[in-house]
């Protein structure tokens, strides 16, 4: 299992590339956390990828397998999925979904 989280960390790192500088890493929610500027973007815990999607999009997001409300406690967190391995079991599927969690952060940040 630490294997699998491992190699989605590498996975995410690479997608976050072109962000460069502006990305860091911090451990939360159980897992890894990356966050553009400070904001967090894009994690991982328990083999499954947390992300960060604008209001915007969420109707559409949530119709799509492999994703799921991000609820630890039972209630949703706002702006926040889940997205299970066959969600980003491509490298396209998970730069998808790190550019949908630098939008985000973006629209809070630069306005």
């Known amino acids: 299992m630490q294997e699998k ?3 989605l960390l590498r996975r995410i790192r690479v ?3 072109p962000w460069g500088n502006h990305i860091t890493e911090k451990r939360m929610f159980g897992g ?3 966050l553009y500027k400070g904001k967090m973007c894009v994690g991982e815990t328990k083999q499954r990828l ?3 999607v ?3 999009h969420m109707d559409i997001v949530m ?3 492999h994703v799921g ?3 630890f406690t039972g209630k949703p967190m706002k702006e926040f999925v889940f997205v299970s391995e066959e969600g980003y079991n491509t490298e396209e599927k998970l730069q998808r979904w790190v550019e949908y969690g630098i ?3 973006k629209s809070k940040t630069e306005g």
Do not use: G, Q
Request: aromatic share 8%; proline share 4%; with cysteine.
């Open 103 to 105: 939008e985000h952060v």
């Open 50 to 52: 947390m992300v960060r």
């Open 69 to 71: 409300p991000m609820a």
């Open 5 to 7: 989280t491992e190699e």
């Open 54 to 56: 604008l209001n915007d």
């Open 15 to 17: 997608a976050l590339k």
């Open 63 to 65: 119709k799509e397998a």
């Open 32 to 34: 890894y956390c990356f």
